[in-house]
């Protein structure tokens, strides 16, 4: 006999019906796992609607929210789980509260449907993930702008991967900064779609219940900390796919620079450029060569944003429906658990690897005093750059080019304390 909710007794098992039953199953008792504590506090809050609506008695209530925290108390110890045959978190849950407490668990879902319980679930996990995403990426602006502050020495600047201008170690990882502070913004972004709550617009068209009208879902989102509530009731299903999309995106930003970063790495610890040592800890051995190490570090991490992105696009792609509810939705979760875990770990490790890469001054070569030189004359003689821009170029060639004004690979403290002051603006409040 089946246990599934909505089964109202007219199906007929087989094994092609169960074969089908499973493909429309799918991941879901593996992927809802990452959010049956999100699912239970929905559902809490769920009760409390119900009772101000005057469709649970207290004493009915405060059973069916012993049951929740039961439950939500399994879950933290690792002791709940979702047999396959429930399909999915919210039929586990109502279930198990059955088996619990009888026929009062019959009155958990009156008025709610799993498509604005699935929306309510996946919103507060991603609201928690963009919030931890966040720290984490300005942890490692932090430990960029530790590492500019420390190793003020100076570093060649590199433009179509030749030697151009001078610079320092402390310009080249502050710049890393500065472009994750601007990128900040992306998570921003992402928290303010999270903070929409789409609990109580049902399937897709509210409820003839209070706690489906404006006012009633309105203290929903209250009580479950979001700004606001998802408006018209339309928006929520529409929502689906669009609130990941901008949560993978901030994560795939992140996961961008570090990637250009961990290029850089991987390029600047070679022989040929000698500029980084790396720690052991961040290379490995080849396993013919003896003598040696390669960075797969900063490779691996190279490839994180595309992986973040695949995620993200997989997501995109599958949202483009009609309006409303399709099954189709529920393959954006997959998708959305697997670029966020990328992303998360892409911060984590690029913070271990920026603490673990160290620099290894190299003489400059006179050359890249050039344009500052050009520039030290232009300015001294009031000739026309161009004049003094050929006249440097014809010294250069004939080697006996001699700058007399170096410049440009100053430690930019004062640029390090206004990327500081704007990572401490960021700090949440
Ligand atoms: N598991 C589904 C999903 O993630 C939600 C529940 C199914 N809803 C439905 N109407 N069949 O989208």
Redesign the pocket.
């Known amino acids: 006999m089946t246990r599934r909710l909505w089964d109202k007794g007219e199906g007929h098992a087989s094994p092609v019906a169960d074969r089908l039953t499973a493909f429309t199953v799918g991941d ?1 008792p593996q992927t809802d796992m990452a959010w049956a504590a999100e699912d239970v506090l929905g559902s809490i809050a769920w009760v409390g609607a119900q009772e101000r609506a005057g469709l649970l008695e207290a004493e009915d209530a405060d059973t069916l929210r012993e049951g929740l925290r039961t439950i939500a108390q399994e879950i933290a110890g690792g002791r709940f789980v979702i047999p396959a045959e429930l399909e ?1 978190v ?1 039929s586990a849950v109502e279930v198990l509260l059955t088996e619990r407490l009888g026929p009062v668990a019959g009155k958990l879902h009156t008025g709610r ?3 604005d319980q ?1 929306l309510t679930d996946l919103r507060l996990w991603m609201r928690a993930r963009v919030s931890e995403g966040r720290a984490a990426h300005l942890d490692l602006v932090s430990d960029l702008l530790g590492f500019a502050r420390s190793h003020p020495g100076r570093l060649t600047g590199y433009t179509h991967l030749q030697r151009a201008m001078p610079s320092s170690y402390a310009l080249w990882a502050a710049g890393y900064a500065g472009a994750l502070l601007d990128a900040t913004a992306l998570y921003d972004a992402a928290a303010a779609l999270t903070d929409r709550c789409p609990l109580g617009t049902a399937a897709g068209y509210g409820s003839t219940l209070p706690m489906g009208t404006a006012a009633g879902r309105a203290s929903i989102a209250r009580d479950l900390g979001f700004g606001s509530a998802e408006q018209p009731v339309t928006a929520a299903q529409l929502t689906r796919g669009l609130v990941e999309s901008a949560v993978l995106g901030a994560f795939a930003a992140s996961a961008h620079l570090v990637g250009r970063l961990a290029w850089d790495v991987s390029l600047y610890s070679t022989s040929e450029f000698a500029l980084l040592t790396l720690d052991d800890a961040l290379t490995t051995g080849s396993s013919i060569m003896p003598q040696k190490r390669n960075p797969d570090v900063a490779e691996l991490l190279r490839g994180q944003a595309h992986r973040v992105r695949a995620a993200q696009r997989e997501i995109e792609d599958l949202t483009l429906l009609p309006g409303g ?1 399709h ?1 189709d ?2 393959h954006t ?1 997959a998708p959305l658990l697997r670029g966020v875990r990328v992303g998360l770990e892409t911060l984590h490790v690029a913070s271990l690897m920026v603490r673990g890469v160290h620099p290894r001054p190299q003489p400059q070569d006179p050359e890249l005093y050039a344009t500052a030189e050009a520039f030290a004359r232009a300015r001294a003689s009031g000739q026309p750059f161009r004049e003094v821009y050929r006249e440097v170029g014809r010294e250069i060639k004939q080697g006996r080019f001699t700058p007399g004004a170096p410049g440009g690979d100053a430690v930019p403290d004062a640029e390090i304390d206004l990327l500081q002051a704007r990572w401490e603006a960021l700090q949440p409040g």
């Open positions: 879901d999915d919210h449907s799993r498509n699935v509810y099954r939705l529920q979760k």
